[in-house]
Every structure is written in structure tokens, then in C-alpha cells.
């Protein structure tokens, strides 16, 4: 009975992180790639947009933020606006958005009250058919803009979804990097089969009349492109359309960013949940699931996982004594790793930063499930 048990187990986390995004993959290649999935693609007819930038401290990343923003905006040939919100900064971001005033960015001083109250802020100001969406430290590759907005060239479009890259650099940055990578391509899997399931807050895009009012207490990345399902449309996925961000610094940091993510991010699906029936939805329903709530709760089953393998090789088995001592393995791994990361091997720091993914996991559905929410809070910086 345990061991079947074991082997149930094994089977759910499998089919999560390899069985459907096998699926996904091999069945994309049977659908044709959609126009927007090449590079150099551009809208028919450009829209009139608004960019909206939310910052809180953010005067170290803002000016070349900004710059790269007006390269595009530069270029685009339809109406482009450029806005700022300063969420109560404590240091000098609000003075240096003002400072690209002449240029033509409007800046919006707000008292401190999380990313999600300044969105809606901005939102009740700003005109234009496509609001596009970045936050304040990644710097936007050139030809962004216009391959974010080529697929609302197709009605059915609701929102899209730009592709964020790390930048290059040590340590983490290359677990990041190599995460990313295999995201972009179930991003554009899922998107030739059923659309993407959501859009990623570094860069994204929405049409101006389904911009929805953004809770405080969930992903607001999140919360805004799924306002497209919910209408009855699609969310594309522009790969070539890139925002760079600087990799997290430290597991420590990882850790906490992934825990707080996790919890925001279970409150808006959550809030969306009845996105996940296939009557509504047909096959999103699924990709929702998998990607958005299996993924976050599968990492749950290794904890008893962890128990039937001991019980197991406690009775002799010899599959699950070495299945016990793995486990030991990666606890001893996460342990040394978490107080003296700085002097792993090269080669343990991509094994230890993925456990340290899951294990983040876990802790962020626990606190979900306990009630806990974050209604305002910090990101945790990149390290410049």
C-alpha cells in the first residue's frame, strides 16, 4: 500500500513537470506558428499606446529604463505616451522621472501604496488602444514595442505577453537564464495550441478597454492578462519582444522572492479560478491548471514522498534506500548551500538554486493555505 502510494505520487509529479509540457510541446509542432512568432513582426497599423512604468525606489535602474523606452517610442509611428507613477519613493526616483519631463514622460506622484493602487491610478489617466506595462528596472531590446503589439493586429487578442531575458552574470543568473529559456519555449508551445496562460510583468500588453482593476494582494501581471481570457480572447506570446532584467541575487533572496510570489500569485488564480473550467475555457482550462496550480502544488508531494521512501527502506527495499539517501543528498545539499552558498561547486549551484525553487514553493502554498496574503511588499532587488 505504501509503495503504491510512493509510486502515485512519483506519477503526479511527473505528469506535472515533464508529462504536460512533453504534451505541449510535441503538440505544438502539429499547429502552425502564429505571424507574431517571427522576427521583425509589426503591426499592420500601429495603435495609439501608453506606456505605464510603476516605481518605488527605483532611482538606480529608472534613467536607463527610461532611455531605452523613449529609443522605442522614438520609432513608433502611431501616438506613444510615456508615464510614470512614483509609489512614495524614499530616494530620488520621483526627481529623476520628472527630469524626462521635457522629453515627454509624465510622472504621477502617489503616497506609498503598492504597485497594484498606482496601476489603477495610472489607468484611470491614460488614453490610447494598447496599454503597455513594464516595471522599472528591465531595459526594453529594440523592436520591443512593435512586437509586442503585432498580434492585436488579430481580434481575437486580448493581451500579450513579451518575453523577459537575464542578463548575463554569475551564479544564479545562469539558473535564471536557463529557467527562462525553457518557460519561452512553453510560452509559445502553449500559445500555438490554446494561447499563453498569462504574461509576465516585466513587459506586457493589453488592449485599453479590458484593463481591469488590480487587487492588491495578488500577481498583478497576472490578474491584468487574464482579464483578456475572461473576456472571451486570447493572450499571444511575443518572443522577440524583450525586456533584460538583472537575475536575483543570493538563494536567500530567491527563496523569500519565490515564497511571496507563490502566496500573490494563488490569490489571483484564485480570483480566477473559474477560468479552469474547460466549459468556459475549452483547452486553457488545462494549460491553466498545469501551469498555474499543479506546478505550485506538486512540490507539496514530495514531502510524503520523502516519508514513503524511508518507511519503504526501512522494511529493506533497496530501490527506496537509495531513493532515501537522494533525498538525504539534497536536504544536506540545501543546508550547506543556504549558509555557505558562496563556496559551492559551479556545478551544485543550479541543482541547489532548483531546490531551493521548490522548496519555496512549498513554503508559499503552505502560507496560502494557512491565510496568509501580502497586500504591499518589496521586491527584492537584482544586484547591480
Known sequence: MIEGLAWSLIAAIAVTFAGYPIAVLVLSRLAPAKPWHRAGAAPANAPDIAVLICAYNEAAHLGAKLESVLAETALWPGEATIWVADD????????????FAPRGVAVLRLPRGGKAAALNALARRVGGDVLVLSDADPLLAPGSLAALTAPFDDPGIGAVAGEVESAKSAGGGRFDRLYRSYESALRESEDRLFGCISADGGLLAIRRDLMPHVPPDGTDDFHISTAAVAAGKRIAFARHAVAIEQPIAGGAKTFRRRVRITVRGLTALWRRRGLMNPMRTGAYAAG????????????????????????????????????SIA?????????????AERRLPKLLRVPYLMGLHLAGLVAGVALFCSGTRYAQWTPQKSAS
Open 88 to 99: 512614495g519613493s524614499s530616494d530620488e526616483t520621483a526627481h529623476i522621472a520628472e527630469g
Open 288 to 323: 491553466l491548471f498545469f501551469h498555474k496550480f499543479a506546478r505550485r502544488f506538486a512540490p507539496v508531494l514530495l514531502l510524503p514522498l520523502a516519508l514513503c521512501a524511508i518507511l519503504l527502506a526501512l522494511g529493506g527495499s533497496a530501490l527506496w534506500t537509495l531513493a
Open 327 to 339: 533525498i538525504a543528498a539534497a536536504a544536506i545539499l540545501g543546508l550547506i548551500g543556504w549558509f
